[in-house]
T-cell receptor, first 118, second 111 residues
Framework: ETGVTQTPRHLVMGMTNKKSLKCEQH?????MYWYKQSAKKPLELMFV???????ENNSVPSRFSPECPNSSHLFLHLHTLQPEDSALYLC?????????????????FGAGTRLSVL | SQQGEEDPQALSIQEGENATMNCSYK?????LQWYRQNSGRGLVHLIL?????REKHSGRLRVTLDTSKKSSSLLITASRAADTASYFC???????????FGAGTILRVKS
């Protein structure tokens, strides 16, 4: 148990559906991240939030919409996805960018949501 | 382009043998980390080495860093079947809290 919980663990959706992925951390961290992991590709950073503010959007298509209502919760809203969006979506957290210590770079990951888009 | 690149892409060894994985990167870094991922699960932080350090140990793990060659290696000694996983290096820049991950090495330890 890493202290980062992702739900659901598995999700199958059609291209016209709207769904949301949820991530919750119980570590008192102030930074949260969304990553996409596809087969045989490096982990792709999608979004970074520091103290609830989005500080990184890695040219992610608008069909992915993140939301960070507080430092403990992060959502990824999905709509009109494509089959190539099928992947493992990982959430992570760390101490915030302002912490000034190496701890800000150590990330704690959830178990991921395995998404299949039909 | 990705910052970290691991080699080999896959490694298969017998239990008890040592496993060595390498990582190369392209820009100046503040620190380099290694993470482990069991199949279909999240990544787990293993060890962090700062840019001014050359070697670090943690249990059966030994990490080296050569900033002149922009490379790092992870050595797992006396491997066990439970070490079977994917291993990723990740680099952190001087500023910010973003990590850039390599493509990973798949390690299989046969019992």
């Amino acid at each position: 148990e890493t202290g980062v919980t992702q739900t659901p663990r598995h999700l199958v959706m059609g291209m016209t559906n709207k769904k949301s992925l949820k991530c919750e951390q119980h570590l008192g961290h102030n930074a949260m991240y969304w990553y996409k992991q596809s087969a045989k590709k490096p982990l792709e950073l999608m979004f970074v939030y520091n103290f609830k503010e989005q500080t990184e959007n890695n040219s992610v298509p608008s069909r992915f919409s993140p939301e960070c209502p507080n430092s403990s919760h992060l959502f990824l809203h999905l709509h009109t996805l494509q089959p190539e969006d099928s992947a493992l979506y990982l959430c992570a957290s760390s101490q915030g960018e302002a912490s000034g210590s190496l701890a800000k770079n150590i990330q704690y990951f959830g178990a991921g949501t395995r998404l299949s888009v039909l | 382009s990705q910052q970290g690149e691991e080699d080999p892409q896959a490694l298969s060894i017998q239990e008890g043998e040592n496993a060595t994985m390498n990582c190369s990167y392209k820009t100046s870094i503040n620190n380099l980390q290694w993470y482990r991922q069991n199949s279909g699960r999240g990544l787990v932080h293993l060890i962090l080495i700062r840019s001014n350090e050359r070697e670090k140990h943690s249990g059966r793990l030994r990490v080296t860093l050569d900033t002149s060659k922009k490379s790092s290696s992870l050595l797992i000694t006396a491997s066990r079947a439970a070490d079977t996983a994917s291993y990723f290096c990740a680099t952190a820049m001087e500023y910010g809290n973003k990590l850039v991950f390599g493509a990973g090495t798949i390690l299989r330890v046969k019992s």
